[in-house]
């Protein structure tokens, strides 16, 4: 199985929404860009491109493997498009939800919240580590739906999420608010605000925050970043600082239920 990624034919456009997010913003103290914040996020979004191309046979090898296992198949219809779209997107909810709430997963997704800036290049702090949140799309590849479905789906729901992080755009129309996540719901989730943390965490829809009770309006200034102060710019410290505080902790875990606690715990 083979594809061109969505990503390769999107490039162009991402680089114009930079270019035109900079040239906005540039005399706006508050929003404009700041070049080592920058920096960091372009080499990180670098270093995750490698990473990811690495990974990408594991990743194909893992989804057939698991779609060879059940005897049904899904047609290609319309609306098998539709089922696997929602059911990556929940997904995603999911894998999201948990990455804030249990310390390991938040190892490998913190990288994405380390910027006390939002716009469009914070989009490209992907973690290193992230691919150990594969296990949440096994459920999918379940389904007997074609991996090429699940894998455009997929990569269709990872570029929805590049729009969403902006300062730019401002509140949509309310039809728009109330069922797709808007960058307003997007920057209550990278504030730090005490009502803000942990919110909103869907990455095209926002109906399943509504449902699940993880919904935050935006309603004040967010302030970006996470409540511990970082120490670097530098994209290896981004991608592994959380991964050197968990081993510290786990060489002075006395007992299993402290390094059940440490590992799984809420960061």
Same mark, same amino acid.
């Given at each position: ?37 920058? =920096? ?156 803000? @943390? ?22 004040? =200034?967010?302030?970006?970043? @996470? ?41």
């Amino acid at each position: 199985m083979e594809q061109e990624p969505l990503l390769l034919y999107a490039t162009p456009v991402i680089v114009l929404a930079v270019l035109l997010e900079y040239f906005i913003t540039r005399h706006d103290d508050h929003k404009k860009y700041d070049g080592p914040d920058f =920096r960091a996020s372009l080499g990180i979004g670098l270093g995750s491109l490698v990473i990811n191309g690495l990974f990408k046979t594991l990743i194909v090898g893992a989804s057939l493997f698991f779609y060879e296992l059940v005897p049904w198949r899904l047609p290609t219809s319309g609306w098998v498009w539709v089922v696997a779209y929602l059911a990556i997107d929940f997904c995603n909810y999911l894998a999201h939800y948990l990455g804030h709430r249990v310390r390991l997963l938040w190892a490998t997704h913190v990288t994405h919240h380390s910027s006390e800036h939002l716009n469009f290049s914070t989009a490209f702090r992907n973690s290193w580590t992230q691919h150990l949140k594969i296990v949440f799309f096994i459920p999918v590849w379940l389904m007997g739906i074609h991996p090429v479905i699940v894998f455009t789906c997929y990569q269709l729901d990872l570029l929805y999420q590049f729009w969403i992080h902006t300062e730019v755009i401002p509140k949509l129309p309310r039809w728009v608010e109330y069922v797709f996540v808007t960058p307003s719901h997007h920057r209550v989730h990278h504030g730090k605000n005490e009502q803000y @943390i942990d919110k909103n965490f869907g990455t095209t829809f926002i109906l399943w925050d509504r449902l699940f009770g993880t919904f935050q309006e935006e309603d004040e =200034r967010p302030v970006y970043g @996470i409540t511990k102060p970082l120490e670097s710019q530098n994209v290896v410290y981004l991608n592994f600082h959380e991964w050197t505080d968990i081993w510290r902790d786990l060489r002075r875990a006395r007992s299993l239920r402290q390094v059940l606690g440490i590992l799984f715990g809420p960061p």
